[in-house]
């Protein structure tokens, strides 16, 4: 594979548009470029979770998901493309049963939080909740692939099953909400 960014800064934005895949232009603040840019911020999210101390089932996992978010920006970048299958929400399903199997069933809603990692688990689940509502409100105009919208489904779930996972391995319990009533 050849250089396929030689130059970074193009000046062809300068006008408050930017290019798609297909070579069309559209406006940055597009439902799409607010998908795409959310997928994206989702994917740094997830890279600033790398970061941390994690077992090697966990690491694993989310470079695999970094990856298929990179094909669904791509996917959103090029309008009617397919690249996300049934697969791979499929797999993700089998991560998140695997995972949960491990935990104490939820008594109470939890507050995000307790180790570093759990942290950018959590605020990780929060970006992909976002970036699932911008994905469907692009879909609600635009021909997209439910696939995608079924994997960022699965996807926060999988985050917030992980986050409980990695707060229990580092011998952390859940924090669970009280809801503060007036006597």
Known sequence: MGNR????????????????SDGARIAKDSLRIEAIGSV??????IGVLLVNQLDDTS??????????????GGELSMPGATVIHGER???????LDTMNSALQPLQEFILPGGTAAAAACHLA???CRRAERRVHSLCRDSDC?????RFLNRLSD???????????SAGHKDVYWQHERKT
């Open 125 to 127: 689940r929060a970006i």
């Open 145 to 149: 692939n439910p696939e995608s919208l």
């Open 89 to 95: 929400v499929a797999w993700l399903e089998q991560q």
């Open 158 to 168: 999988l985050l917030f099953v992980m986050a409980r996972h990695l707060n229990q």
């Open 40 to 45: 994206d911020e989702l994917n740094s999210a």
């Open 5 to 20: 960014l030689s130059k970074i800064y193009t000046r062809t934005g300068d006008d408050g548009s930017t290019g798609l």
């Open 59 to 72: 690491r694993t996992t989310l470079v695999r998901i970094q990856h298929t978010l990179f094909d669904i």
